[in-house]
């Protein structure tokens, strides 16, 4: 059995969640201190824009663990609480109400929060940003079939809000400054069978379109664009992205870019603090980058590699990277990173939607998208993790499977 005095978690979102679980099952025997400012026990965001939208999942079943998890396992929970300083010389963090709790380990998960948009009429009634329950709870009381939805940004986020919000009958309009949706991450050509599907759907894009502000008198009425267009909206959801939590961190004085820097032990400037999860700027060995990642798998394992670091064994962050989006019926897994690639490789059949797209390096396989193909998600992630080189021909070849080509 591991002991030690004292675990302290600030934030308690995915990753903290995990944290907690991977340290009892660990055997640590210490206390732990779990520190979040929402009032909800640890949950899980993906759902936030897909079926509890919907209004298909109740908040409960957001639920990382249940609450009896938390007391079984002996955690002190301090909900609705916000830390606002980290003494390192004294080894404790001081809350917003002016407790103070000392710690021998500390575990910033502090997570990330929406970029924002600095334009005129951007608080009005109706104009929501999606990153908690209580936004997707404010958006859905105002989605009803026939009413008109403004989305701003043609990522993922603002792709399952329009997929949500055109099933349900609404009139959607989604404006995105890019040519394309989703153009940080995928392939013109995956761009383009999305846009389809979603134009297919009922969905009017705005590429290329820049925001000019919000009108109405309190609630939003209308869109203007930078054109000199005006979009009449019942409701507005803005995802242009989002900005990690890392102010904490850097006023005590660990180093941070774009992230609160960590080693691949998850372990901060500082050896008796460590970071994870979406505020975590970390070393991806496998594939040689320096990462900040938004995905629900990279908190999770961040959280068991720091937890498994705090009981004293020398665990070390080695992944794949990955993540998934859900719009209409398609499921969408993406693994590696394709940044950087220069050729793309289509298996299977865009008609059919069930394909996958390669992205290739050098000939080397360096990343999937795999849209309603699990099987290729799952193959192609052992094949990037191995650095494999396949001919583009072969890795088109639907009738090889692509586990055979290593
Ligand atoms: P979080 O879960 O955000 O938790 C951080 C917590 O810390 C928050 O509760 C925050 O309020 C709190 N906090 C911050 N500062 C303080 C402070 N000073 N004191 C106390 N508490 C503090 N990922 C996927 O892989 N697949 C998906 O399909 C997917 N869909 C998503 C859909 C939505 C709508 C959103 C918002 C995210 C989605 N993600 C998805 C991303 C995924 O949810 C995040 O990567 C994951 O939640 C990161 O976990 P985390 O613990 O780092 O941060």
Redesign the pocket.
């Known amino acids: 059995m591991v002991t030690m005095k004292n675990v302290v978690i ?7 969640g995990q944290a907690v679980a991977a340290l009892r099952q660990q055997q640590y025997a210490g206390t732990i201190t779990l ?4 009032p909800w026990l640890p949950y ?3 759902p ?3 079926k509890y939208l919907a209004g298909e999942l109740p908040a409960e079943r957001l639920y990382f663990k249940p609450a009896s998890f938390y007391d079984d396992a002996a955690i002190r929970l301090m909900l609705n ?4 300083s980290i003494d390192r010389d004294t080894r404790s963090v001081t809350t917003a109400t002016g407790d103070t709790i000392g710690y021998d380990e500390l575990l910033i ?4 929060r929406p970029r924002t948009l600095a334009l005129p009429g951007v608080d009005l009634d109706g104009v929501h940003y ?2 908690s329950i209580r936004d997707v709870d404010e958006i859905r009381a105002g989605m009803q079939a026939g009413k008109r939805l403004t989305i701003v940004g043609a990522g ?2 603002g792709l ?1 809000v329009a997929a949500v919000a055109t099933t349900l009958g609404m009139q959607v309009t989604v404006i995105e400054m890019a040519d394309r949706v989703m153009s940080r991450v995928v392939s013109p050509e995956l761009s383009a069978f999305y846009a389809s599907v979603h134009s297919r759907h009922g969905v009017n894009f705005r590429f290329s379109a820049g925001l000019k502000g919000f009108t109405g008198t309190s609630h939003v009425q209308q869109v203007e664009l930078a054109s000199g267009e005006v979009i009449p909206a019942d409701s507005v959801v803005i995802g242009v992205g989002i900005v990690p ?1 890392v102010e ?1 961190a850097e006023a005590a004085g660990i180093e941070t870019s774009d992230g609160v820097v960590v080693d691949d032990h998850c372990r901060t400037s500082d050896p008796h603090i460590y970071a ?4 975590s700027m970390h070393p991806n060995t496998l594939l040689g980058v320096q990462l900040r ?7 999770l394992e961040q959280a068991k590699t720091a937890a498994a670091n705090i009981c004293g064994e020398e665990a070390v962050y080695c992944q794949v990277p990955w ?4 719009q209409y019926d398609l499921k969408l897994q993406i693994a590696g990173i394709s940044q950087g690639y220069d050729q793309v490789v289509i298996r299977g059949s865009m008609e059919e939607r069930a394909f996958a797209c390669l992205y290739l390096r050098d000939g080397q396989l360096i990343a999937v998208d795999a849209v309603n193909r699990p099987k290729e998600f799952v193959q192609s992630k052992a094949l990037i993790a191995a650095h494999a080189r396949i001919a583009p021909a072969m890795l088109a070849d639907s009738s090889i499977e692509l586990r055979e080509m290593s």
């Open positions: 600030v934030g308690a979102g995915h990753g903290a520190i979040g400012d929402e899980q965001r993906p936030l824009s897909k609480t916000r830390v606002s998960a502090t997570g990330s999606l990153r993922y986020i399952e939590n904490l994870i999860g979406d505020c990642l938004e995905s629900v798998h990279n908190a993540f998934w989006s859900d």
